[in-house]
Each structure stands twice: as C-alpha cells, then as structure tokens.
C-alpha cells in the first residue's frame, strides 16, 4: 500500500530512470550490459584481437572484415523483423540457398542478371509470405513450419540445380562483389542501406510499433483492432526479402550458385539477434543491435583465424558467447 | 423501483438494448435484456459472478453478436459488428486485461494504432514528438502523475497501468468509455485513485458504463444501477435512492 499516490499532486515516487546517473552506478547495472552487449563484445574484440594481433586493425583486415559480415548483418536484419514478432525463421539459410539457385537457373536460361536478381528477391519473399500464412492462419508454431519449410525448399533447390552448382559469370555481379564506393565495397553498402531502411520501419513508421506491440502482447494489440496476422506475415516476408538480397550477394561473391546450405549462417543470424539485445519473447528490438552483433561474431571469427587457432574451435566460440550472451539478456530492463 | 426508462429512443440515451438475448451454444449468458445509458452519466452494471454482465457489455460493443433483439447507439440501430467499429464510432473499452503492450513506452501505449503520422513524400512517419507532447497533456488533463511518458509500461504498478488505459480510452475523444471491473486487481490506495479518475470523468460529462460487483464502489461513483441477475436484468434504480443493502437483495434475489 506504499504506492505513491496516482493523481494528487504531491507525490514522492522514484525518479526516472533517464535522469542522469553516476556512471559507476551503469557500470554496475546489468541492464547496461545486456543493452549493450554486441557494442561491448564488439569493442572488446577489436582490443584483444588488435593487441595480440595489431595485423587485424590494418585497414586492408578491416576491409574484409566488413565484406565477409555484409551478407550476415542482412540476414541478421531480416531475423530481427520475425523475432521481434516473438517467432524465428530457421528457414532463412535454406531460402538463401533456394534464392541463390533461383537465380543460377534464370541467369543461364538466359534471362540477363537484372531479372535474375529480381526474380531471385521475388521468390524468397514468397517464400517468406507463405511461412507467415502458415503460421497465422494454419496456427501453427513458427519453429515448425520454418523447419518444414527449410527440409522442402532444399530439395526444391536439388530438384531444380540437378544437385550441381551453377556458373554464374555476370560482370554485374563481379563489379557488386569486388568493387568499391568510397572506404566500403559495394556488399558493404548493401548492408548499411538495409540496416538504415529497417531501422526507420522500425522506429519510425506504425509498422514498426504494431510489430513490437505483436510481439509483446498479441492479445492486447488484437484488441487495440491492430491485425496481427498480417503484421506477422510482413515480418516473414521481411525476413524473406532480406533472404533475397544475401542470395544475391553470396552468388556475387562466390561466383555460382551451389545447392548446399551454409548451416552456420542460420545459427549465427539467430544469434547476432540474441547478441543485439532483441528479446525472443518478443516486442523488443533494435536494428544496430544485430548488426553491430553480426559484426562481431564476423571479428570473432576473423581475429581467431589471424591468431591461427584452428577452425574447429570458431563454432565453440561462437556458441559460449550466444549462450553468455542470452544469460546476461535475461537481466534487461 | 425496478422499472426500467421506456425512454429509448430519447437523444439523451447514449446506448440502450432491448429485447437482447445471448447464448454460447446451449449455455445462456443472459435473455430479453433492456437496458439504457444517459449521456454525461456513468452508468454501472452489477450482479454476481455469471451473471451475464460482461457477457452483456460485449455484445453492446461488438466483440459478441447477440442472438436476438437490438442494440442503439447514438440512435442508430444495430451498429457494430466487430470491436473496430465500435471504436471508431467513440466507444472505448478498458479491457479487464487492460490491453497494454509492456514493452512500448506509455507514450507509444497512449497513441498504439492511432499513432500521429507526418507524410515525406510517398512516406508515412511517426511524428514522435508531437505524440510524447500530446501524452503528456493527456495525463496531466486526468492529473495523472507519470514519472515520464517514455518508460516503459513494464515498469509500472498496477493502478498507473489502470490510469494508462484509462488515459488512452478517454484520450481517444471517447462518447462512451466503458469500463470492466476496473479496480478488481488493485490494492486500497491505487482502487481510490481510479475511482478518483472517474469521478474526473464525470465531471467532463464522458459517459461511463462500469461493470463491477463492488456494491459500495458504485454507490458512490454512479448516477444509475443496473442489476443482473441469472442472465435478467432485474432491476434500474438511481444511485442516490438506493443502499447498500438493497442492492444486495437486489442481486441475491433475496427482495
């Protein structure tokens, strides 16, 4: 009974968290950390790696650094939009996959690499579409129908490859993946253009509040006339999209489209999300958090190749700080 | 004293039902049910639990549809079909759940669905600061005290998330604000400063339909009492006339 009283005038409650505190005090705040994990992983990083190996902060590392974690900040992006919901795509690698043999098979049947890429977009965000749909109107879990939509599109991606990988020699996609506008390569700007476009649907515009508001409480948000199906199949079709724009930018850089899938991109979009501080209840996100954790898994990766320590123990790495990181998450305010 | 106004068709009705049956399969929630609220009044309905109370309210604001008889709402018959309508003709419900998105500030709370939106162009963006501004104004209107409208619900009691929603139905310009067991979950001193705030409400003529089986509560908050008991609405009598113990009889049947 010792609430401070609503509405008299004279009230003596706490007061706001925003008013400044002692920075000590946020240090010791665990709130701070699992706000900010990704940037303080990130930072650390870039120390340790940067003293043990003052080769990794050589601009040319750096470089390739940022090249090599375009693709996964784009996907990371995309799974931001479906966790954010409260769901997880774990179709996202297989439709990386599907996209990228979509647009081997235009591209040689053909079609000129504008209409590749475009039909490529177009069929992952399909694929996107009818997961949303699924999971809304067949009330379905999420993690079921991506995993059933993850097993059928890698067989749709076999059937139509024929399970061999396709050339793809376009000089548009040569310049995309090896050229370079300023200090970034192009795949760079890809990234930051994706990242800003998405962080403004997510602040900035009522999409991005109605797909908090579904991810926090559906129930609320259904009862404010907010439509939550169609909220939820924008996110899949987000996630989806995103999935277009990374096909196309690993067949640029790997020069063909392969039928196989890079399982470790999945685990690690997921897991750049957790590291970006987005809640997988839901209704919580943010978009510099995942790209920032992307970033950082990338480092990890590349300062641990530098270091010479064997590839073997990159997925053991990873994993204890996803799982430290989603510990520390439980902490957030 | 158990009469019921005849006046339904009066301009000083904001909603009244008549004749309004409801059933969930072979389960009657209540029958041939009359009712009617006065504009610029708050009008309480009571009864025991299963009643037909809520199940009443809802069909009135278009969640359910009734099986029979008719609804009026600012003299039109038959006006809702779902929740949205109602909305957008300026009925608000503050749900028993209230309705909050924990993790959204009280400010995206205040506007959630009907947000302030500037145009760039073929963009449709946030105008957040003019919604913080206007959430602010809000509250303090109903002399609400927030510590700042851009905390997150979450963090709240249970009588500022009751204020909050509060806030947002009557926020919305609302013609009818109605209200479900407002004060079931909260404490002694958080229950009067909710009724405090519909007592504000009365006074800027907001008309108010609460549901409550809190006999006292309603006595001195209402203008008109609605009793229900066993899916009939047996009784209207005005607040002022009535005592604790004959809505007692009123609800029990004991009368």
Known sequence: MSEPPLISPAH????????????AAVLLDVSFWADWASVVGLAGLVVVFGITQPIFLSTANLQALLLAAAILVVIAIGQTFVVATSGIDLSLAATIMFGAIVLGCVYSAGWGILAA???????????????GVIITLGRIPDFVVTLGTLSAITGLGLILSGGEPTMVSSPFLLRLASGSFGPFGYPVWVAIVTAIVAHIALYHTRFGVHLLAVGGQVESARSLGIRTNRIKIAAYTISGFCAGIAAILLVARIGSAEPAINTSLLLNSVAAVVLGGVSLFGGRASILGPAVGALMLTALVNGLTLLSVSAFYQPLAVGIIVVLAALIMRYQR | MTEVPSAFDSSDIIISCKDLSKSFGGIRAFSDVDFAARRGEVTAVI?????????????????HRHDSGQVFFDGRAEPFTNPDEARRAGIETVHQNLALIDEL?????????????RRFGPLTLLDRPAMKKQAQQMLSRLSINMPSVTQRVRRL???????????????????????????????VQETANVEALIRRLHEQAVSVILVSHNFDQVRRLSDQIWVMRAGRMVASVRARQTTGNELVALVTGAA
């Open chain 1, 12 to 23: 003596d409650a706490p007061p706001p968290a925003q008013s400044r505190r002692p920075w």
């Open chain 2, 157 to 187: 009691s249970g009588g500022q998330r009751q204020a909050i929603s509060i806030c947002r139905a009557v926020g919305a310009g609302a013609k009818l604000v109605v209200m479900d067991e407002p004060t079931a979950a909260l404490g």
């Open chain 1, 117 to 131: 890429c475009v039909l490529a977009i177009a069929v992952t965000s399909l694929v996107g579409f009818f997961n």
């Open chain 2, 105 to 117: 500030t009280v400010a995206q709370n205040l506007f959630l669905n009907r947000e302030i939106v």
């Open chain 2, 47 to 63: 009864g025991d639990n299963g009643a037909g109370k809520s199940t009443l309210i809802r069909c009135l604001v278009g969640v």
